[in-house]
């Protein structure tokens, strides 16, 4: 615990070392010291560091409505980026909705040949097959039935089942 303490301690006092330090004499004569470079005058950098973006704006000379190779290095605002994820959330949940849409056609087609297989080899295999009439009686099928509801099934397994 104290190690763990005593790492995080030197890595937060470490972390302004790593900043760009100036010295520069100010207009009474004194030295300054900073890590914010002033806006004229003659500048020594102390310190190399990190160089720090221009405080100005990027590019004075542009026309109003242009972009620039300057404005593409830009970092964009809150407002850009919350639009961005948006945008990619929806084209996510978009795909995945589209992708589990063709996995439950494909279960569905597979479930339906499944049973349509099925069906046909219990009519090739001459088992005695019954099926309700209109009345609502069991009937079974005598052999032009059995060929004729053979014939259907074997059309729609070669449609519908690759």
């Given at each position: 615990m104290i190690r763990s303490a005593a790492a995080l301690l030197a890595l937060v006092t470490a972390l302004p070392a790593a900043a760009q330090i100036y010295s520069w004499k100010d207009k009474d004569g004194r030295t300054v010291y900073s890590d914010v470079p002033p806006s004229t005058g003659e500048v020594k950098v102390l310190r190399p560091g990190r160089v720090a973006p221009p405080a100005g704006p990027a590019n004075v000379d542009a026309a109003p409505g242009t972009s620039t190779a300057t404005d593409a290095t830009k970092p964009k605002s809150t407002a850009e980026?919350?639009?961005?994820?948006?945008?990619?959330?929806?084209?996510?949940?978009?795909?995945?909705?589209?992708?589990?849409?063709?996995?439950?056609?494909?279960?569905?087609?597979?479930?339906?040949?499944?049973?349509?297989?099925?069906?046909?080899?219990?009519?090739?295999?001459?088992?005695?097959?019954?099926?309700?009439?209109?009345?609502?009686?069991?009937?079974?099928?005598?052999?032009?039935?059995?060929?004729?509801?053979?014939?259907?099934?074997?059309?729609?397994?070669?449609?519908?089942?690759?």
């Open positions: 980026r919350d639009l961005e994820f948006r945008q990619r959330r929806a084209a996510e949940a978009e795909s995945q909705a589209k992708a589990d849409k063709e996995a439950a056609a494909a279960a569905e087609r597979e479930r339906f040949c499944a049973q349509a297989r099925n069906q046909l080899n219990a009519l090739k295999s001459g088992v005695r097959i019954a099926r309700p009439n209109a009345a609502g009686e069991r009937e079974f099928l005598d052999d032009a039935a059995r060929a004729e509801e053979t014939s259907r099934l074997q059309q729609q397994i070669d449609q519908n089942c690759q």
